[in-house]
């Protein structure tokens, strides 16, 4: 099983290429692991996995999803409108709600995946790092409310009459 361990660069000679951190390794083998899977991050979650899935299967796809991740927000936080317009588009696809939540779930593991180089497993390093994590955890926790939100006004008639407040 591969190991995807990588260790962040540090102490290495003038001139040797260091071990690549987390963070650059997922960036650089996105493309490898999407071609090898077949999958993009938006089916992930849908993915039927008819037999217990190995644990390199469970690697690569969250190898794959952090990388998507990474290069899709970069330091960025989603915004209103992005988690709008997830819920909509769900609903619209007739997609069960817990899709909609496991999507945010796999999102933020991805996320924790991307932030998770030596600094932040140590505790030892960059603030910054840290305080953008626990903003990602706060901006998420209200972009899952927002998604939510508008994933049960997208189409709030559903079979009602316009003027029906049941």
Known sequence: ?????????KGTPEGQPGPLSLVETLIHR?????????LVASNIPYRNLRERPL???????SAHLAAATWKRIGDEVPSYAFAENVGR??????????????????????IHLVLADESIRTGVGDEDKLRQATLMNYTLDWA??????????????????????D
């Open 1 to 9: 099983m591969p190991d995807f361990r990588i260790s962040a660069r």
């Open 30 to 38: 996105a493309d490898d692991i999407a071609n090898r899977y077949k």
């Open 55 to 61: 644990d390199e299967d469970v690697s690569s796809l």
């Open 89 to 110: 588009r769900y609903r619209d696809a007739g997609k069960p709600v817990g899709s909609l939540l496991l999507h945010w779930h796999v999102f933020r593991r991805a």
């Open 144 to 165: 899952t409310e927002a998604s939510l939100v508008s994933y049960v006004i997208a189409n709030p008639t559903d079979g009602q009459s316009p003027g029906s407040n």
